[in-house]
């Protein structure tokens, strides 16, 4: 069974900066592409970012670009997301996921291509 566990998560001022970890268990995460999604309260969910599983390719959503890293330690089998820059709109549950599709050069921030989620951990960015 594919778990995923993410970590990282707390509260920090704007401007402040928090690293996400995505850490897997039951099977190794540089098969799949994996995605950071959020939701906020009252908020449908929204893709952030994902990393592919062949190459390293990335993809951000607009409202992040330029403020967020994906990047993937296959040898700790987990995937980081560094949140620099905080806005208070960036306040949710953060959570990760890994695609279902056969590996990849490519990933998309669409909830769809993804099968197996974590719990979530909860970013609040807040004075």
């Known amino acids: 069974q594919l778990q995923l566990v993410e970590s990282g998560g707390g509260l920090v001022q704007p401007g402040g900066s928090l690293r996400l970890s995505c850490t897997a268990s039951?099977?190794?995460?540089?098969?799949?592409?994996i995605g950071w999604f959020r939701q906020a309260p009252g908020k449908e969910r929204e893709g952030v970012s994902c990393i592919s599983s062949i190459g390293g390719f990335t993809n951000y959503a607009d409202s992040v670009k330029g403020r967020f890293a994906i990047s993937r330690d296959n040898a700790k089998n987990t995937v980081y997301l560094q949140m620099n820059s905080l806005k208070p709109e960036d306040t949710a549950v953060y959570s990760c996921?890994?695609?279902?599709?056969?590996?990849?050069?490519?990933?998309?921030?669409?909830?769809?291509?993804?099968?197996?989620w974590g719990q979530g951990t909860q970013v609040t960015v807040s004075s």
């Open positions: 996921a890994a695609d279902r599709w056969l590996p990849s050069k490519t990933c998309r921030t669409f909830s769809g291509d993804f099968g197996s």
């Open positions: 039951g099977f190794t995460l540089d098969s799949y592409a």
